[in-house]
């Protein structure tokens, strides 16, 4: 039963922002419900935030990647790319400037 809980809780949105005090009522209410103490409740509770948080630190680096790979294939400049080419500008300004001084 205790795994099924878990597993309710990480399908509910945003459970890693519940704050301390929301994550104390979770688990008196999960020790309640599942009979089980309440030092057990607050344990599986810190577990699933934990879990939660891991997941969507993992989903967030999925996510960076996808969107590398994406642009890389798009053939998107980057900050760098930009950068190269206004300090190539710059250069080529100077070299001008002499040449015309």
Do not use: C, H, W, Y
């Not at 205790?2 to 309710?8: A, M, P």
């Not at 950068?83 to 500008?89: D, E, G, N, S």
Request: charged share 40%; hydrophobic share 35%; no cysteine.
């Amino acid at each position: 039963m205790l795994d099924l809980i878990k597993k309710s809780m990480l399908i509910g949105a945003g459970l890693a922002n519940l704050g301390r005090e929301k994550a104390k009522e979770l688990a008196k209410q999960i020790s309640k419900e599942a009979e089980v103490s309440e030092e057990e409740g607050e344990k599986l509770v810190k577990e699933i935030v934990e879990s939660a948080e891991k997941s969507g630190k993992d989903l967030e680096n999925r996510i960076r990647t996808v969107v590398q790979e994406t642009l890389e294939k798009m053939d998107v400049p980057t900050k760098k790319d930009f950068a190269l080419l206004t300090a190539k500008i710059e250069e080529l300004e100077q070299k001008l400037e002499q040449k015309e001084s």
